[in-house]
């Protein structure tokens, strides 16, 4: 097939997965529990109040939720264009975008063909974790777009000279800001500037030679380059961040806790790996789960090893990103969300290095495909959950959003073990005219 005809049919492919998320703005306000908190903090900030989060339970929204996107939502508010609507807008949006920059990261990064960078983008975008969430006030679109793009002009810079890579690097510092400010993870960001900083793939090469000639300046700026590592994880131990809201989870210890957050991993990579959620597969084979997240990662941690030596911003950034993961006490495939995309293209130029020597390209193509296939399921199913009218309250079956939409709704049920939150009803009248349609009907 030439070029430009696999150009076409995998522009084909992305244009059919985008217009599935289309059917996405026919869902009422579909909240999240981290949406309340987002959606509390804004109206607060909106009103002039600063960054806090009136009539919620948690004490440590101020932390565990940065301004950047409450001040999103604040702006929406501010300009009654505050519905589900818009909500979804400002996600697909910023969807887009991190696609789009994902799309230039796959072709410098990693090589890739225009057609081939097309259909990764267009796999990725069929991710669970990726449509799942889209319609919900959640952070992670944003944090994505923000997170790609920065890492797009820190691998800019990297090839760049002269006033050019300046630039770059000015950009890519401003964008980790904005990154840090809309999620605390952001601070991932910060190795993979200062590699891009440094001169990235090509400083590795340098840095050898001058070690093995044992020259003194880079003896003394690797250990200057450990000292300030160190120095930054004492002060990231030391920060609010980690001294309130984790010793609360770590007070079982350290060890039963890792052990649970590492239990979490490797539930997520199984989800994302098989790309169905562990709640959609029958009991009996969920003890399979752990084993296929190990076989991802091992598959994982092959990959990085076969790009040791092209070593770059986006490495660095998945990386410490996922060794932030790892010790993070909470267990959610969203979590890998900013990162799914670019793990994609990373194990696909794994295959492509190797497919000279193993027959796995078959294999690889087979697994995309049923990947693809399952994704589109997924789709299907979150359609018919924003097709379901005046039903939509009863997909919630959790004790906290279930009760508040069913009053919201009108459909107030004396089964529901947990009252209404009375600040969760509020707000679904609020921002959404279907749920007040259908309390007005039924009144």
């Known amino acids: 097939m030439q070029l430009r005809s696999r150009v076409a049919l995998a522009g084909a492919g992305l244009t059919l997965v985008t217009a599935s998320y289309a059917l996405h703005f026919m869902r009422p306000l579909h909240l999240e529990p981290d949406s309340v908190c987002y959606l509390l903090t804004a109206e607060v900030a909106a009103q002039g109040g600063g960054w806090s989060c009136a009539g919620c339970p948690r004490d440590t929204c101020p932390i565990n939720y940065p301004p950047g996107y409450p001040a999103m939502l604040s702006v929406l508010i501010r300009t009654n264009l505050a519905t589900p609507w818009s909500f979804f807008g400002l996600n697909l949006g910023c969807l887009g975008l991190g696609v789009a920059a994902t799309f ?28 799942r969430w889209v319609n919900a006030p959640l952070s992670d679109y944003a944090f994505f777009a923000v997170a790609t793009a920065c890492l797009y002009a820190l691998v800019r810079s990297s090839e760049a000279t002269g006033l050019g890579r300046v630039v770059a690097l000015g950009i890519g510092s401003v964008l980790a ?128 090893w076969a790009r040791r030596r092209r070593f770059g911003p986006v490495e660095a950034f998945v990386l410490c990103y996922s060794a932030v993961l790892f010790i993070w006490p909470f267990g959610d495939a969203r979590f890998w969300l900013p990162v799914i995309p670019l793990i994609t293209g990373w194990l696909a130029w794994a295959v492509e290095e190797v497919t000279h020597q193993y027959a796995v390209r078959p294999a690889f193509l087979a697994y995309a495909g049923t990947f693809a296939l399952l994704g589109f399921v997924g789709q299907t199913l979150n359609a018919r959950r924003s097709l379901a009218g005046d039903r939509f309250p009863l997909t919630y079956r959790d004790d906290y959003l279930g009760p508040a939409y069913r ?37």
């Open 104 to 131: 230039r990261l796959l072709r410098r990064a990693f090589a890739f063909s225009a057609a081939t960078s097309i259909a990764l983008c267009s796999l990725a975008l069929l991710s669970y974790p990726l449509f």
């Open 407 to 443: 009053v919201a709704w009108g459909q107030g049920s004396k089964s529901d073990s947990v009252a209404a939150d009375p600040t969760v009803v509020s707000m679904i009248l609020r921002y959404d005219p279907a749920a007040r349609n259908a309390r007005a009907r039924r009144e």
């Open 177 to 304: 800001a904005a990154a840090i400010l809309i999620r605390s993870i952001g601070v991932a960001l910060l190795p993979a500037l200062v590699w891009a900083a440094v001169g990235g793939p090509a400083a590795l090469v340098r840095i050898r030679e001058q070690l093995r000639a044992k020259s003194r300046p880079a003896i003394y700026a690797v250990g200057a380059t450990a000292g300030a590592a160190l120095a930054g994880a004492l002060v990231l131990l030391r920060s609010d961040y980690v001294q309130i809201n984790l010793r609360g989870q770590f007070s079982s210890g350290l060890g039963a806790t890792l052990l649970r957050t590492w239990g979490y991993r490797l539930l997520e990579w199984s989800e994302i790996a098989l790309n169905v959620p562990a709640t959609r597969v029958p009991t009996t084979l969920r003890p399979l789960f752990p084993w296929v997240g190990i076989f991802a990662l091992v598959c994982f941690a092959g990959a990085v």
